[in-house]
């Protein structure tokens, strides 16, 4: 039996996290623990849940870890030999644990699996693998694109989406840095890609089975009603999001890229920040402040981490 330990962040929002439980539960391979990391920093979050579910573990936080951290703290108290990491606002077929652990034993160094995940309208592709595009940033395969079976075969990726991100537990101890098994500076945006790729140059990995299937509400627990499952996903984020989806970008890159491949793709590179910074410049001038900020203080700190791994 190949132990699976599931963790779930959530803030609460929505009520997502009840249908997300409710899919775990009816798993024809019945996960080994579930765990619920509690972010919502609300005191009686936990109760209802309790009662409902009794066999669920709720870790409650009196402050925010947001994604990464509250991430690293299930990771390092999880026993299975499989973790699947997911977000609250996702519903699992059935047979996704099952049809995912099949990915697992394609090769022994295969360290990560995605299934094939689609928008809650279950015709529009999410993702069916994270690839790390010439632009240096995190492309999720088929997103926004309909469901006509063009992924419908399995295979190599470079890594999977962190909405629904199932890993190996040995491989997350291997490519474990201080900071934890996910940056916990990032937050949230780019940790799946920056794993990804820290695996990759581990010599780890990835693979996607298009059987395991998992439905995703899309920016569910952050974005407002109105920006959900639209396209251009930025105009509908924070000030403060907004910092982390670039500042985490260029961390990635800072952390991963070799010199001559950062030459080869720098004028793509170029390209993207000029469009990035334009819209901030004239739509989001408070992000550059934040950034600013925030930025700059975390170069040295990367570049010593990136020598020491």
């Not at 703290?73 to 996702?90: H, R, T, Y």
């Not at 251009?232 to 800072?254: E, G, V």
Request: hydrophobic share 40%; net charge positive.
């Amino acid at each position: 039996m190949m132990l699976v330990s599931v963790l779930i962040v959530t803030i609460g929002a929505k009520d997502y996290i009840q249908p997300c439980l409710d899919s775990l539960l009816e798993q024809t391979h019945p996960p080994f623990e579930i765990m619920v990391m509690d972010n919502s920093s609300q005191p009686d979050f936990a109760r209802p849940l309790n009662s409902l579910y009794p066999s669920v573990k709720i870790y409650s936080s009196a402050e925010n870890l947001f994604y990464t951290g509250a991430l690293n703290k299930g990771i390092q108290l999880a026993q299975g030999e499989f973790i699947l990491c997911l977000n609250d606002d996702v519903v699992l077929d059935k047979n996704f644990i099952r049809e995912s652990l099949k990915g697992f034993l394609v090769d022994e160094q295969v360290g990560s699996v995605s299934g094939k995940i689609l928008r809650s309208d279950r015709k529009t592709y999410d993702s069916t693998g994270l690839f790390l595009s010439a632009w240096r940033t995190a492309k999720e395969r088929g997103y926004g694109r309909p469901d006509l079976g063009q992924f419908d075969k399995s295979g190599f990726i470079f890594g999977v989406s962190g909405s629904a991100a199932f890993y190996r537990k040995v491989m997350l101890e291997a490519v474990k840095k201080q900071g934890g098994y996910f940056d916990a500076d990032f937050r949230m945006f780019y940790e799946d890609l920056d794993l990804s790729w820290r695996a990759q140059k581990c010599g780890w990995l990835a693979y996607y089975v298009p059987t395991a299937l998992i439905y995703h509400a899309r920016g569910g627990s952050f974005r407002p009603d109105s920006g959900m499952n639209k396209p251009r996903a930025r105009k509908y984020l924070n000030d403060r999001l907004h910092c982390d989806l670039i500042k985490n970008r260029y961390l990635t890159i800072l952390k991963n890229e070799t010199f001559f491949s950062f030459l080869g793709h720098l004028i793509p590179i170029c390209i993207y920040d000029l469009y990035a910074w334009a819209y901030v410049i004239f739509f989001r001038p408070k992000v550059i402040k934040l950034f600013l900020s925030c930025f700059f203080a975390k170069i040295n700190e990367r570049m010593h981490q990136r020598r020491l791994f």
